[in-house]
Nanobody, 123 residues
Framework: QVQLVESGGGLVQAGGSLRLSCAAS????????MGWYRQAPGKQRELVAA???????NYSDSVKGRFTISGDNTRNTVYLQMNGLKPEDTAVYYC?????????????????WGQGTQVTVSS
């Protein structure tokens, strides 16, 4: 079973920066893509940014030019550097990982979520 542990959330003023980290632990798996989602009160969870093992990156339009996602395949870790934060970025940020569980005779896909980390941006 893949476990994701997030860190780096907090309270920051508008225009400030935060860096989120997410590390996947466990054994017998291969991760294909890791990403960050966020959920603000009363809203649906939405994709913020994602990165594949091969380095392909996708950002939501709302964070392009301000956020940067990066990954370390050797450590199964993903980072989200958030600059120019705005009050509307306030949300719980969740790490997500998708890949293959290699333990069964026939590998099967999996998806895991972290516990979430709160990011609050004050105006």
């Amino acid at each position: 079973q893949v476990q994701l542990v997030e860190s780096g959330g907090g309270l920051v003023q508008a225009g400030g920066s935060l860096r989120l980290s997410c590390a996947a632990s466990g054994s017998g798996f291969s991760i294909n893509v890791m990403g960050w989602y966020r959920q603000a009160p009363g809203k649906q969870r939405e994709l913020v940014a994602a990165i594949t093992r091969g380095g392909r990156i996708n950002y939501s339009d709302s964070v392009k030019g301000r956020f940067t996602i990066s990954g370390d395949n050797t450590r199964n870790t993903v980072y989200l550097q958030m600059n120019g934060l705005k009050p509307e970025d306030t949300a719980v940020y969740y790490c997500n990982a998708e890949g293959l569980d290699l333990r069964p005779i026939l590998p099967k896909s999996f998806g895991s979520w972290g516990q979430g980390t709160q990011v609050t941006v004050s105006s």
